[in-house]
């Protein structure tokens, strides 16, 4: 049974930090694309992409994030990681990590087969 289970959201003040993790099992770690996902609090209905890193270690970020948001894996303790820094308000939304077996993706919620269920992020001004 494949399994991404998100944690490390919370509620910062603008200019903070925080590190999200994604605890994975059922796949074979090194062998998928991993993403964050994020939905604004405000907005149901967008669901955006955050991060990719591909099974090349190629790494893809949104515009917005760059320079602020790392993503990482840990192979040994199966573990997807979203370093965000410098946090903003427009930042505040759910997050969600996601999973594609192989291949070299784009940061398009339509290409991920897993998912996890998320954690929130809010920032304030």
């Known amino acids: 049974q494949v399994r991404l289970v998100e944690s490390g959201g919370g509620s910062v003040q603008a200019g903070g930090s925080l590190r999200l993790s994604c605890l994975v099992s059922g796949i074979t770690f090194g062998g998928h694309s991993m993403a964050w996902f994020r939905r604004p609090l405000q907005n149901e209905g967008e669901t955006e992409g955050v991060a990719l890193l591909n099974t090349d270690h190629d790494t893809k970020y949104t515009d917005s994030v760059k320079g602020r948001f790392t993503i990482s894996k840990d192979y040994e303790k199966k573990i997807l990681y979203l370093q965000m820094n410098d946090l903003k308000p427009e930042d505040s939304a759910r997050y969600y990590c996601?999973?594609?077996?192989?291949?070299?993706?784009?940061?398009?919620?339509?290409?991920?087969?897993?998912w996890g269920q998320g954690t929130q992020v809010t920032v304030s001004s």
């Open positions: 996601a999973a594609k077996p192989g291949g070299k993706w784009s940061l398009d919620k339509k290409w991920f087969d897993y």
